[in-house]
């Protein structure tokens, strides 16, 4: 197979944010992916970061051997923005010979990140350092070639980016519509919607142990529960409520979550189980209104003082929800599944895509191969 040295095809580029022009500062993730910078930046000098453009590569050298992962990202807006100057900027010395969307696709295969992590230094940090990147040999076909795998990738990963784009239409009109109820009459209290209820786990037989998050939603519980008694645990069911009044000051987020699953499962007995015992109001519906940043503003306003910064079940109960009509309701909740499954879909296609890269280039190695086969059959 005739594979070509990166390092004769691509060089680095040291762009500094002199007049701090720039001001988008990002970082790279262990899924080759750009992301706002977490680093706190205040009094720090941007002048000395690194400016990257369309169609360059942010690369970072360190603990390729921790994460087994070679970051490397390829920058694909109009807009540049700067990066820490600790990371390398590269870019394709000739588009003509080797496409910057081709190189990315080949260091998207876990084969890349695991050749990475073994030609990685065995130094603290597990660094694969700019000499030794540039030395691994990649399949590099005529430009035709590249140009060919490159535009399936890009035709793949455009009609995702339509599909998503269109789903925020459908988040428009759920945001505009639940906006619009602020202005109804009828607004109740939560407290003559709900009520509290408390089945415990007596028997032991329910193992499936939750805990909530700050984004409302159930997960697997991360405390160790290995000695604890969890007979006295709570059992939540179909269509009932966990509510955690904790800590809603300090993370600004009520965290109260709907439970849609038939099978029961057990949460810690510090939460509170409520369920809806009106049938003018749709259990979806009050999740929609739990779920817009508003209701989450006002519960931290309305929490209390103490160091969990709580939002005790009586002062939950006491914020009014307006109630629509249960045909204004059963509409809203039907565009907001529809919303919920095209979100899945979309994250579908998206999880569908990305291993389309080892195939593509699957393809360019057999290819080159046969290709060379027959020459030496010559």
Known sequence: MNCKRLGDYIHLVDERNKDLAVTNLLGINIFKNFMPSVANVSGTDLSKYKVIRKGQFAYSAMQVGRDETIRLALYTDDEPAIISPAYLVIESIDENKLIPEYMMMWFQRPESDRYGWFISDSSVRA???????????????????????????????????????????????????????????????????????????????????????????????????????????????????????MQVGRDETVRVVLYSFNEPAIISPAY???????????????????????FNRYGW??????????????????????????????????????????????????????????????????????????????
């Open 272 to 294: 509170n189980i409520f369920y809806v015992n009106s049938d003018d109001v749709l259990p979806e519906y009050l999740m929609l209104w739990f779920y817009r940043p508003e």
């Open 301 to 378: 306003f309305i929490s209390d003082g103490s160091v969990r910064a709580s939002l005790e079940w009586e002062r939950f109960t006491d914020i009014k929800i307006p109630i629509p009509s249960i045909e204004k309701q059963k509409a809203i909740v039907t565009i907001y599944h529809t919303l919920e499954t095209r979100k899945r879909i979309n994250q579908q296609l998206k999880d569908s895509i990305k291993p389309l890269c080892p195939v593509l280039m699957k393809g360019v190695v057999e290819k080159m191969v046969n290709k060379t086969k027959k020459e030496y059959a010559v």
């Open 127 to 245: 660094s694969l350092d700019w000499e030794r990147f540039c030395d691994i040999e990649i399949p590099i076909p005529h430009i035709e070639k590249q140009k060919k795998f490159v535009a399936i990738y890009k035709g793949l990963l455009s009609n995702q980016k339509v599909y998503e784009d269109s789903l925020d239409d459908l988040q428009l009109i759920c945001d505009s519509y639940m906006e619009t109820l602020k202005g109804i009459e009828n607004h109740q209290p939560l407290s003559e919607l709900v009520d509290l209820v408390d089945n415990r786990n007596t028997d032991g037989k329910t193992e499936k142990l939750l805990g909530i998050n700050v984004k409302k939603e159930f997960m697997p519980s991360k405390a160790n529960v290995t000695e604890t008694n969890l007979t006295k645990y709570k059992i939540i069911q179909n269509g009932q409520f966990a509510y955690s009044a």
